[in-house]
């Protein structure tokens, strides 16, 4: 668009030759006259709130109430207005703003406000029988009216969160392409091949700030879902801005289909992706530097790019190469360690001693288990100032082979080199429990019922209080349940998981399981590297977070066997993870928004986006 105050006295002339006579015409020109300062400022690339793209019309800002005008590329009004999730708010359009906006007779007479369309709708979501169905409910919801959608996802976080992300969305990626309607994200194939930075310019929005990318390798424990995938970063950056307060229109979702292994799929006459054998090796390596090249050169220094979901040879190797040069983070490796790691310092209260005191154990040697693992021997090296090498000690992991250790060093991964130490080869995981005799139980493996009752009770047998962790997801695939957990254990158990469980009874107690869930980080995570205007993500950043998490939970939560705070308390968590991480970022010289901020966490909650209706001119 022309720059409109530089161009004034020409744009003038234009309107003379158009003899503009019509109210309508002369509101529109009006509109475009007002605004033509802020278009400049929005199209010269002027930095805002966050060390982000700036946003012209406060979107950024959860605190302004001025009337705005409901601006896409031109004025948005009418029938087009109604379409345009961004802006419509349905039934909640005033008298006022019906006419001023061709609205009359486009809807019904009655004027609702938000919360009871909120109301309305919870009631009709609940009559649906079947979490899938939900789910397509709130896509839907999602694709016509944006503030209603994270409105509903904000207050209602607790019921809402296991529909849009895990467990549900795990099925819903299975079932993607049956259940796709409309695109929500960018799709970029291998046949896009030297073309990947002229497709990012196809999406509608500009200033994007985060992406969430897979390549559909990995999704959560089903294994190789190819194009499917998408619905991993789609719901990733739901709770980037329901949980973390980042403004949807800065999210961008993507997939990189280099095509898929899954037999299933290939055979699918109804498959949206690529049918072909995934790309490997040098072809897959030039794909995806073109990607993250043509993402910088687009999107400038500053733009978050989240891996998701790839699978362990290529989520080890493409944040090794890229972390140096771009602001990437991987949320299976980074995001996952980094919540553990606040429920273990969360459980230091009622185990005792500090983490340099207890011996861990994982079922799952992978990009999950090494990530968590590293994070817990810096944590213990830089509290305990010995040597990370030497905290690696503690920590012992088991995969598909069974313990590795170090007679096994001729044939492990890389990644997996670390953890091989000195002891007699086991093959599995309950004699590993019996050798190494553990105080932490992490499982990672993807693989339901993988800690039986025979481990439980080994566990129990070795500790009066053993912490187990059975992290993989969805709900299938979940190493045990709790109730699996407390009953096997006798109640002695500290249990949390990846995917969520109901509470438990036992004996009289009532026992309620925590989450370990990654959207205790990423959102806030997230938003702690927009606001500061980070250029890199450094471990200590990780380790900040995780300590603001394990910060939040309070003795009334331990007593109820949770070592992680409820989620109606998340955008506050959020601001909080938020405020360190930045503060963290400047203490390294990694902050770009200068100065910083007085007040981390209240410049933190500044910067969360509302989902309250506005009000239209």
Same mark, same amino acid.
């Given at each position: 668009?022309?720059?409109?105050?530089?161009?004034?006295?020409?744009?003038?002339?234009?309107?003379?030759?158009?003899?503009?006579?019509?109210?309508?015409?002369?509101?529109?020109?009006?509109?475009?006259?007002?605004?033509?300062?802020?278009?400049?400022?929005?199209?010269?690339?002027?930095?805002?709130?966050?060390?982000?793209?700036?946003?012209?019309?406060?979107?950024?800002?959860?605190?302004?109430?001025?009337?705005?005008?409901?601006?896409?590329?031109?004025?948005?009004?009418?029938?087009?207005?109604?379409?345009?999730?961004?802006?419509?708010?349905?039934?909640?359009?005033?008298?006022?703003?019906?006419?001023?906006?061709?609205?009359?007779?486009?809807?019904?007479?009655?004027?609702?406000?938000?919360?009871?369309?909120?109301?309305?709708?919870?009631?009709?979501?609940?009559?649906?029988?079947?979490?899938?169905?939900?789910?397509?409910?709130?896509?839907?919801?999602?694709?016509?009216?944006?503030?209603?959608?994270?409105?509903?996802?904000?207050?209602?976080?607790?019921?809402?969160?296991?529909?849009?992300?895990?467990?549900?969305?795990?099925?819903?990626?299975?079932?993607?392409?049956?259940?796709?309607?409309?695109?929500?994200?960018?799709?970029?194939?291998?046949?896009?091949?030297?073309?990947?930075?002229?497709?990012?310019?196809?999406?509608?929005?500009?200033?994007?700030?985060?992406?969430?990318?897979?390549?559909?390798?990995?999704?959560?424990?089903?294994?190789?879902?190819?194009?499917?995938?998408?619905?991993?970063?789609?719901?990733?950056?739901?709770?980037?801005?329901?949980?973390?307060?980042?403004?949807?229109?800065?999210?961008?979702?993507?997939?990189?289909?280099?095509?898929?292994?899954?037999?299933?799929?290939?055979?699918?006459?109804?498959?949206?992706?690529?049918?072909?054998?995934?790309?490997?090796?040098?072809?897959?390596?030039?794909?995806?530097?073109?990607?993250?090249?043509?993402?910088?050169?687009?999107?400038?220094?500053?733009?978050?790019?989240?891996?998701?979901?790839?699978?362990?040879?290529?989520?080890?190797?493409?944040?090794?190469?890229?972390?140096?040069?771009?602001?990437?983070?991987?949320?299976?490796?980074?995001?996952?360690?980094?919540?553990?790691?606040?429920?273990?310092?969360?459980?230091?209260?009622?185990?005792?001693?500090?983490?340099?005191?207890?011996?861990?154990?994982?079922?799952?040697?992978?990009?999950?288990?090494?990530?968590?693992?590293?994070?817990?021997?810096?944590?213990?090296?830089?509290?305990?100032?010995?040597?990370?090498?030497?905290?690696?000690?503690?920590?012992?992991?088991?995969?598909?082979?069974?313990?590795?250790?170090?007679?096994?060093?001729?044939?492990?991964?890389?990644?997996?080199?670390?953890?091989?130490?000195?002891?007699?080869?086991?093959?599995?995981?309950?004699?590993?429990?019996?050798?190494?005799?553990?105080?932490?139980?992490?499982?990672?493996?993807?693989?339901?019922?993988?800690?039986?009752?025979?481990?439980?009770?080994?566990?129990?047998?070795?500790?009066?209080?053993?912490?187990?962790?059975?992290?993989?997801?969805?709900?299938?695939?979940?190493?045990?349940?709790?109730?699996?957990?407390?009953?096997?254990?006798?109640?002695?158990?500290?249990?949390?998981?990846?995917?969520?469980?109901?509470?438990?009874?036992?004996?009289?107690?009532?026992?309620?399981?925590?989450?370990?869930?990654?959207?205790?980080?990423?959102?806030?995570?997230?938003?702690?590297?927009?606001?500061? %205007?980070? *250029?890199?993500?450094?471990?200590?950043?990780?380790?900040?977070? =995780?300590?603001?998490? $394990? @910060?939040? /939970?309070? #003795? +009334?939560?331990?007593?109820? %066997?949770? *070592?992680?705070?409820?989620?109606?308390?998340?955008?506050?968590? =959020?601001?909080?993870? $938020? @405020?360190? /991480?930045? #503060? +963290?970022?400047?203490?390294? %010289?990694?902050?770009?928004?200068?100065?910083?901020?007085?007040?981390?966490?209240?410049?933190?909650?500044?910067?969360?986006?509302?989902?309250?209706?506005?009000?239209?001119?």
């Amino acid at each position: 668009m022309m720059s409109l105050n530089r161009n004034r006295p020409h744009f003038l002339r234009l309107l003379v030759n158009l003899k503009v006579k019509g109210e309508r015409e002369k509101r529109v020109i009006r509109g475009i006259m007002s605004t033509g300062n802020a278009l400049d400022e929005m199209t010269q690339g002027s930095n805002g709130v966050g060390g982000g793209v700036k946003d012209v019309y406060g979107e950024d800002s959860a605190t302004e109430a001025q009337h705005i005008t409901p601006w896409t590329v031109s004025v948005a009004s009418g029938y087009t207005l109604l379409r345009d999730p961004h802006h419509n708010k349905g039934l909640a359009f005033t008298e006022k703003e019906r006419d001023a906006h061709y609205l009359r007779g486009l809807l019904p007479p009655a004027c609702l406000s938000q919360e009871l369309q909120a109301k309305k709708f919870l009631a009709t979501l609940r009559q649906y029988e079947t979490p899938l169905q939900k789910y397509i409910a709130m896509m839907d919801l999602q694709e016509r009216n944006e503030k209603l959608f994270y409105k509903l996802l904000i207050d209602h976080v607790e019921e809402l969160l296991p529909l849009v992300y895990t467990p549900t969305v795990g099925e819903a990626c299975q079932k993607y392409g049956s259940i796709f309607r409309r695109p929500q994200g960018l799709f970029i194939s291998l046949k896009d091949k030297g073309k990947i930075l002229e497709i990012l310019k196809n999406w509608p929005e500009k200033n994007i700030q985060v992406i969430v990318v897979t390549d559909g390798e990995r999704i959560l424990g089903l294994g190789d879902l190819g194009c499917q995938g998408m619905g991993i970063p789609v719901g990733k950056l739901s709770l980037y801005t329901a949980l973390g307060g980042v403004r949807p229109s800065a999210c961008l979702p993507i997939t990189l289909d280099v095509g898929t292994n899954n037999e299933k799929l290939l055979n699918d006459e109804f498959y949206i992706g690529l049918k072909q054998n995934r790309a490997t090796g040098k072809e897959y390596a030039e794909f995806a530097q073109e990607f993250m090249s043509a993402v910088k050169q687009n999107y400038g220094e500053k733009i978050l790019v989240q891996f998701e979901d790839f699978a362990n040879h290529n989520a080890f190797e493409l944040l090794e190469k890229y972390r140096k040069t771009h602001l990437v983070f991987n949320d299976d490796i980074q995001g996952t360690a980094s919540v553990v790691l606040a429920g273990l310092i969360a459980s230091l209260k009622p185990l005792g001693g500090n983490l340099a005191d207890h011996t861990f154990l994982f079922l799952g040697a992978g990009e999950a288990g090494t990530g968590i693992a590293e994070l817990i021997a810096r944590e213990m090296s830089n509290k305990t100032n010995a040597p990370v090498e030497e905290m690696r000690k503690k920590i012992w992991l088991v995969d598909s082979k069974g313990l590795v250790v170090s007679s096994r060093k001729e044939s492990l991964q890389s990644f997996k080199l670390p953890w091989a130490h000195e002891a007699k080869p086991v093959t599995t995981l309950l004699e590993a429990v019996q050798v190494i005799k553990p105080t932490v139980l992490i499982g990672t493996s993807g693989k339901g019922k993988t800690f039986t009752k025979e481990v439980v009770e080994a566990m129990s047998s070795i500790n009066s209080k053993p912490l187990i962790l059975a992290l993989s997801n969805p709900t299938s695939q979940s190493e045990c349940t709790a109730e699996e957990a407390y009953t096997w254990s006798k109640g002695q158990a500290i249990f949390a998981s990846g995917s969520p469980f109901d509470p438990v009874e036992y004996e009289g107690h009532t026992f309620v399981p925590g989450q370990a869930n990654n959207a205790y980080i990423f959102p806030g995570f997230g938003l702690g590297l927009i606001m500061c %205007g980070a *250029i890199r993500v450094h471990d200590d950043m990780l380790l900040a977070a =995780s300590e603001a998490l $394990a @910060a939040q /939970v309070t #003795e +009334k939560h331990l007593a109820k %066997g949770l *070592i992680y705070p409820p989620y109606k308390d998340i955008r506050n968590i =959020s601001a909080n993870i $938020a @405020a360190k /991480v930045a #503060e +963290k970022a400047y203490e390294l %010289g990694l902050a770009s928004r200068l100065p910083q901020p007085e007040n981390l966490v209240k410049y933190a909650e500044s910067c969360m986006y509302s989902p309250n209706y506005r009000n239209y001119r």
